[in-house]
């Protein structure tokens, strides 16, 4: 039972344009959400997170968006450049313990 | 610089042989989890620990144990490892009440013949 999912395993984009990677989720109850990257042989970084009382997040390039009625959150990169070519991690924090991943999306910014 | 280390990095052994994997850190973290990472199904939980000898099953703790001795340790024990525990596995830890931003370890590349 895949709480939370990325249903796009890889994406690829062009340098200078917005990328964006989508999330679902099924628990009304995750409290937080966030998304982390990950290079390869290295362990996941933190990224960015939202709340589940906000919609937006923004930071730099990145900007996180949650549509709670729809269970849905979504991480835009503008622009995207080649050293954002990586896998994303959507994950959702269930209480004060718990975090629970997606499948990954690999993403690739071709120059 | 604050880590999280992870020990061995690779290993490979046969059904049967009981093996560990060390995890440290030295951000004085009272939160402690270790995920494994499988494809196509992302990074799930086995074990966590709030603080020193306080330990809880995460979504896939069967065929493994762990301990809290000390703070910054966190080792992660494979009594009687099996093929199907092949994975990538990684440590991670926080401050409790910040576990939306957990530092992770490298990763364990562990294969089971």
């Known amino acids: 039972d895949q709480q939370v999912k990325q249903n796009s395993p890889s994406l690829s984009v062009q340098e200078g344009r917005i990328s964006i990677l989508n999330c679902d989720y099924t628990?009304?109850?995750?409290?937080?959400f966030l998304w982390y990257k990950k290079y390869p042989a290295e362990g996941p970084t933190f990224l960015i997170s939202?709340?589940?009382?906000?919609d937006k997040n923004e930071d730099g390039r990145f900007t996180v968006f949650l549509n709670k009625s729809a269970k849905h959150l979504s991480l835009h990169i503008v622009p995207s450049q080649p050293g954002d070519s990586a896998v994303y991690f959507c994950?959702?924090?269930?209480?004060?313990?718990?975090?629970?991943f997606g499948q990954g999306t690999r993403l690739t910014i071709n120059p | 610089e604050a880590q999280v280390t992870q020990n061995p990095r690779y290993l490979i052994t046969v059904t049967g042989k009981k093996l560990t994997v060390t995890c440290s850190q030295n951000?004085?973290?009272?939160?402690m989890s270790w995920y494994r990472q499988d494809p196509g199904l992302g990074l799930r939980q086995i074990y966590y620990?709030?603080?020193?000898?306080?330990?809880d099953k995460g979504d896939v703790p069967e065929g493994y144990k762990v301990s809290r001795k000390e703070k910054r340790n966190f080792p992660l024990i494979l009594e009687s490892p099996s093929p199907n525990q092949t994975s990538l596995y990684f440590c991670?830890?926080?401050?409790?009440?910040?576990?939306?931003?957990?530092?992770f370890g490298p990763g364990t590349r562990l294969l089971v013949l």
């Open positions: 991670a830890s926080s401050l409790w009440g910040s576990q939306e931003t957990q530092y």
């Open positions: 628990n009304s109850m995750f409290d937080y």
């Open positions: 939202i709340s589940s009382i906000k």
């Open positions: 994950a959702a924090l269930q209480g004060a313990q718990k975090l629970v």
């Open positions: 951000m004085n973290h009272e939160y």
């Open positions: 620990s709030m603080n020193v000898e306080v330990t």
